[in-house]
């Protein structure tokens, strides 16, 4: 059974950084591709970033690129998003999804 799990959300204050992991299960994870994706407040999901099965990083949207940083360690099964200089509106929650397989997704709120 495939699965995914966010964690590493949480309240932080803009200009702060926070790491998200992602740990998946189920399927031989160095093949898959796994997306980051992020839904804000009374919006639709959006993609955010894919990160390939070799590690390259793809599709990476315009307002995170060089704040957001993502990586996969596919020895632990788990990807990574780290945010820096974190903005009021990068409060969302965050998912990662591989194929039709979605994790429960991690709250990251940013306020002073």
């Known amino acids: 059974q495939v699965q995914l799990v966010e964690s590493g959300g949480g309240l932080v204050q803009p200009g702060g950084s926070l790491t998200l992991s992602c740990h998946g299960s189920?399927?031989?994870?160095?093949?898959?591709?796994i997306d980051w994706y992020r839904q804000l407040p009374g919006k639709e999901r959006e993609l955010i970033a894919t990160?390939?099965?070799?590690?390259?990083?793809?599709n990476v949207k315009g307002s995170v690129e060089g704040r957001f940083t993502f990586s996969r360690d596919n020895a632990k099964n788990t990807v990574y998003l780290q945010m820096n200089n974190l903005k009021p509106e990068d409060t969302a929650v965050y998912y990662c999804r591989t194929y039709s397989y979605w994790g429960r997704g991690t709250q990251v709120t940013v306020s002073p």
């Open positions: 990160i390939t099965s070799l590690g390259p990083v793809l």
């Open positions: 189920g399927f031989t994870f160095s093949q898959w591709p």
